[in-house]
Structure formats: structure tokens, C-alpha cells
């Protein structure tokens, strides 16, 4: 069983939440999680290579943005919303509040 690396939020730097951020893919994956809870792999990824998902999920994660668990074959992605309001209060309301709606986004309704 492959287990994935979180780091504490206590250590999570404002630097790397922006970076990861600042990817439209990586932020419609976080939108995404904030609007339909826990979600695979598969469900994610919009028909895009494993490898290149497996890039984005693993900067998500490292950033502290979301946790990955593994349930059987499959790897389910939430989001740290709860713990990274109390770490950055404001900041993830403020990223989730928009009114463009993304490309996954679209796709995952």
C-alpha cells in the first residue's frame, strides 16, 4: 500500500500555497475538492495523463493543499480546506470565491 507524505500545516509556507496556486489546472483540482468533497484520481484528471496528474497532485500535496489516502487501488484527494483556515485565515474562501467557473469544473458537474 503506497502511502503518500503531508506535510505538517503548521510548516506550510504562504509561498508554496501561491505556487502551487498558480497553476489553472492545480486550482481547478482545488476548486473542484472544495465544491464536491473528497474525490479519485480518476474523477480528477479530465482524461489527462497519469504522469502529468501524478505531478500536480504530488505539488498539491507538498504545498499542503490536500491529502492524498489510498482506499484499495484507489487514491482519494480532499482538501486541507478546515486546516488551512485556521493556518491562513481567508485565503482559501478567498480563492474558492469566483465567479468563472473552470474547465474541470465544467467537466466534473
Given at each position: 500500500?503506497e502511502?503518500?507524505?503531508?506535510?505538517?500545516?503548521?510548516?506550510v509556507?504562504?509561498?508554496?500555497?501561491?505556487?502551487a496556486?498558480?497553476?489553472?489546472?492545480?486550482?481547478?483540482?482545488?476548486r473542484?475538492?472544495?465544491?464536491?468533497?473528497p474525490?479519485?484520481?480518476?474523477?480528477?484528471?479530465?482524461?489527462?495523463?497519469?504522469?502529468?496528474?501524478?505531478?500536480?497532485?504530488?505539488?498539491?500535496?507538498e504545498?499542503?493543499?490536500?491529502?492524498?489516502?489510498t482506499?484499495?487501488?484507489?487514491?482519494?484527494?480532499?482538501?486541507?480546506?478546515?486546516?488551512?483556515?485556521?493556518?491562513?485565515?481567508?485565503?482559501?474562501a478567498?480563492?474558492?470565491d469566483t465567479h468563472?467557473?473552470?474547465?474541470?469544473?465544467?467537466?466534473?458537474s
Amino acid at each position: 500500500m503506497e502511502r503518500y507524505s503531508h506535510p505538517s500545516i503548521d510548516t506550510v509556507e504562504p509561498s508554496a500555497v501561491f505556487h502551487a496556486l498558480s497553476d489553472p489546472l492545480r486550482l481547478d483540482i482545488v476548486r473542484t475538492l472544495a465544491r464536491r468533497g473528497p474525490l479519485n484520481c480518476a474523477a480528477l484528471s479530465c482524461d489527462r495523463p497519469r504522469s502529468t496528474m501524478s505531478h500536480h497532485f504530488r505539488v498539491l500535496r507538498e504545498a499542503g493543499l490536500v491529502r492524498t489516502t489510498t482506499q484499495g487501488t484507489e487514491h482519494i484527494n480532499t482538501l486541507r480546506k478546515d486546516e488551512l483556515e485556521r493556518r491562513f485565515p481567508g485565503l482559501i474562501a478567498l480563492v474558492l470565491d469566483t465567479h468563472a467557473s473552470s474547465e474541470l469544473t465544467q467537466k466534473a458537474s
